[in-house]
């Protein structure tokens, strides 16, 4: 294979040339976050509530070398069920795509290929962060820094609980990267409604973010991402008790294990789902459906003519 341009889904290539509202979503979620067969079927929810919302959806992943925006059902059935398939970030994009793989793209791959395609929102489930322990193994995802130059909204529950939350949203202060809460001055915790530290700012609807977007983009100061941390009603969370209880239990078979890198995230989260009985599964696609619908709506506001 020698043509690496990135191919666009016929659908999302017809509302990007029209101006029609257009929301990212990443895939790693669909071949690394959740379990077969509820990843396939959870996958194709997604998109529908973002079409349901009034929006396209734009499901960004590789498919045998090639990078795709706006993977048909085809595809997606490919990276929900074939075995191999590569956790893809920004710096493994080109190797990825020269080697011919099936990858799944994370927050960092998919915001940057999304901002290139002209997209300004993406919906995902909880961010990547600083992890625990950073101090001694400067463990960060590259989420932080690739926002720091990414001109893209991202609708998240916040970062996954399973970091060290304060580290992250100090490093993304450092980064310059917008942080708002969706009615709310607490900063979710992603299985969790709070995670524990406060906010500088909120906003109370699509309208209003997308006018935050509409600033960003008419001063020129800043090419960063904003990220809109929409956090679960407090009746949805996974239990506080059960959360805490889990979290300990699976870092330490974390140590036991040796495990490192990025494969600590999808150990934990299966951890979780295991150790929950599926509870953090069930929280986690009200987490990500939450977080379309919401995209959606900032999409379809931020299409509106001014």
Not at 17 to 25: E, I, K
Not at 98 to 127: H, P
Not at 194 to 205: H, K, P, R
Not at 251 to 263: D, F, I, P, Q
Request: some cysteine; hydrophobic content about 45%; charged content about 20%.
């Amino acid at each position: 294979m020698t043509d690496f341009h990135i191919r666009h889904g016929a659908e999302v290539a017809d509302a990007l040339r029209a101006g029609r509202p257009v929301v990212a979503l990443e895939s790693t979620i669909v071949s690394h976050g959740l379990p077969r067969p509820d990843n396939l079927r959870v996958a194709r929810e997604i998109e529908q509530a973002v079409r349901d919302a009034g929006a396209v959806p734009a499901t960004i992943g590789m498919v045998g070398g090639q990078l795709v925006v706006g993977l048909d059902d085809g595809d997606l059935t490919r990276l929900a069920t074939v075995d191999g398939v590569a956790k893809l970030s920004v710096r493994d994009l080109a190797v990825a795509a020269a080697t011919g793989a099936d990858g799944a793209t994370t927050v960092a791959a998919t915001s940057a290929v999304a901002a290139a395609a002209g997209i300004r929102v993406f919906a995902t489930g909880g961010l990547g962060g600083v992890h625990r322990e950073a101090a001694q193994t400067f463990d960060e995802s590259a989420d932080l820094t690739t926002l720091a130059r990414t001109p893209i909204a991202v609708v998240c529950a916040g970062v996954k609980s399973i970091l060290d939350v304060g580290a992250t949203l100090e490093r993304l202060e450092t980064l310059g990267v917008g942080v708002v809460g969706y009615r709310t001055r607490r900063f979710p915790g992603f299985y969790l409604t709070d995670g524990g530290f406060d906010l500088d700012w909120s906003v109370d609807s699509p309208e209003q973010v997308a006018a935050v977007l509409t600033a960003r983009d008419q001063h020129g100061l800043r090419t960063g991402g904003l990220i809109v941390a929409n956090p679960l009603p407090a009746d949805e969370q996974l239990d506080p008790a059960l959360h805490d209880r889990t979290l300990a239990d699976g870092l330490t078979l974390l140590e036991r294990t040796g495990v490192t890198g990025k494969a600590v995230t999808p150990f934990l989260l299966a951890h979780f789902h295991s150790a929950t009985e599926g509870a953090s599964l069930a929280v986690n696609v009200r987490i990500i459906l939450r977080n379309a619908d919401l995209a959606a709506r900032i999409a379809v506001a931020a299409s509106r003519p001014a």
